[in-house]
C-alpha cells in the first residue's frame, strides 16, 4: 500500500502526462467536467500501474465524440447507449463515460441506468467504496465521497450507498 502522500504524487503526474493533461483541458474548454475515476485511483493507492485509464464526464457521447476526435489518433464507440466512448490519444487509450444514475424499481435487482448530472452522483453508484473515488481534471482534486481513501487503508470493502 502507498502512502497517501505517495499515491496522490502519482495521480498528479499521470494528470501531468501530455495525453490526459490535453484531454482535461479540451474538456475544460469546451465547458465540460472530466474526472479519472474508478480502478486507476484506487491502483495508485495500492501501488499498481496506472493502465486502466477511465474518465467521467457530464458531456453526452456525442459531444464526447466531439471533443475528442481531434486529439485522438482513433475513436470508438465502446457502448454508446451506455455513454461510453474508447479513444487512443498519443497513444494512451482511455474510455470516457457520460455520468450516470441508476435506479432499482424493487421488481429486478437490475438497475435501469439513465445519464447522470454529476461527479457525486455517479461516484455513489460504484460497486465499492474504493472503486469511487475520483481525480477532477484538470484542478486535480481528489472526490472521495464515501470514503474509499480510508477502506483502502483499513482493507475494508463495501458498497458506498445503501
Known amino acids: 500500500m502507498e502512502s497517501v502522500a ?6 498528479q503526474e499521470l494528470a501531468a502526462s501530455p495525453g490526459v493533461a490535453a484531454l482535461a483541458e479540451r474538456f475544460a474548454a469546451g465547458g ?3 474526472a479519472l ?8 493507492f495500492l501501488g499498481r500501474p496506472l493502465t486502466d485509464l477511465d474518465f467521467t464526464t457530464d458531456a453526452r457521447p456525442d459531444r464526447i465524440l466531439e471533443l475528442v476526435a481531434p486529439l ?22 482511455v ?14 435487482r437490475k438497475p435501469q441506468v439513465a445519464f447522470g448530472d454529476s461527479l457525486e452522483e455517479d ?3 460504484r460497486d ?3 472503486n469511487a473515488m475520483a481525480l477532477r481534471l484538470p484542478q486535480r482534486v481528489l472526490v472521495d465521497p464515501s470514503g ?13 450507498g445503501a
Open 32 to 34: 465540460h467536467e472530466i
Open 148 to 160: 474509499g481513501v480510508e477502506d483502502l487503508l483499513a482493507g475494508i470493502l463495501r458498497p458506498p
Open 123 to 125: 461516484l455513489t453508484r
Open 128 to 130: 465499492f467504496t474504493v
Open 37 to 44: 475515476v474508478g480502478g486507476s485511483v484506487r491502483d495508485a
Open 6 to 11: 505517495a499515491a496522490l504524487a502519482r495521480l
Open 72 to 93: 485522438a489518433d482513433a475513436h470508438w464507440d465502446v457502448g454508446r447507449d451506455f455513454g461510453t466512448i474508447g479513444a487512443r490519444i498519443g497513444g494512451t487509450v
Open 95 to 108: 474510455e470516457i463515460t457520460t455520468y450516470r444514475s441508476d435506479a432499482y424499481d424493487r421488481e429486478t
